[in-house]
C-alpha cells in the first residue's frame, strides 16, 4: 500500500478479505476504510480484528452490507480511539452496545 493513501474503498467484491489481506503486510496511514457489498470470508471477525490492530488511527470505517459478519466481528471496533463514523448499514447487527458510539459518555439521573 502506498504510505500517503489514506483512504480506501473497496465495493462489490467477492475476494475483500483477500484484497485486505495483501494489505496487512504494508503498513500506512489509512483514516478511512469502506467497504460496501462484499463478502469478508466466513467470518470476518478476524478480517476487523487486523484492520482495527494495524490501523487504530481509523477515522471512518463502513461494513455497509458486506457478508460474513458475525456478533463477535463487531467487538475490536470501540478500540478504534478516532473513530467518528461507523456505518453498518444492511448489517446483521444482533447486539452492540450503545456506548460504542459516544465519546464521553455520561450518566443522566
Request: aromatic share 6%.
Given at each position: 500500500m502506498a504510505p500517503a493513501l489514506h483512504s480506501l474503498m473497496v465495493r462489490d467484491r467477492t475476494d475483500a478479505a483477500h484484497i485486505?489481506?495483501?494489505?496487512?503486510?504494508?503498513?500506512?496511514?489509512?483514516?478511512?476504510?469502506?467497504l460496501e457489498n462484499c463478502w469478508l470470508g466466513e467470518d470476518g471477525t478476524s478480517l476487523v480484528a487486523n484492520v482495527v490492530d494495524l490501523y487504530p488511527d481509523l477515522e471512518s470505517l463502513s461494513l455497509a452490507d458486506c457478508d460474513g459478519l458475525t456478533p463477535d466481528t463487531y467487538n475490536p471496533i470501540p478500540r478504534l480511539k478516532k473513530l467518528s463514523e461507523l456505518d453498518l448499514s444492511e448489517c446483521l447487527v444482533h447486539y452492540m452496545y450503545v456506548t460504542l458510539l459516544e465519546r464521553d459518555p455520561c450518566l443522566h439521573m
Open positions: 485486505l489481506e495483501c494489505l496487512f503486510h504494508k503498513h500506512g496511514d489509512l483514516r478511512k476504510l469502506i
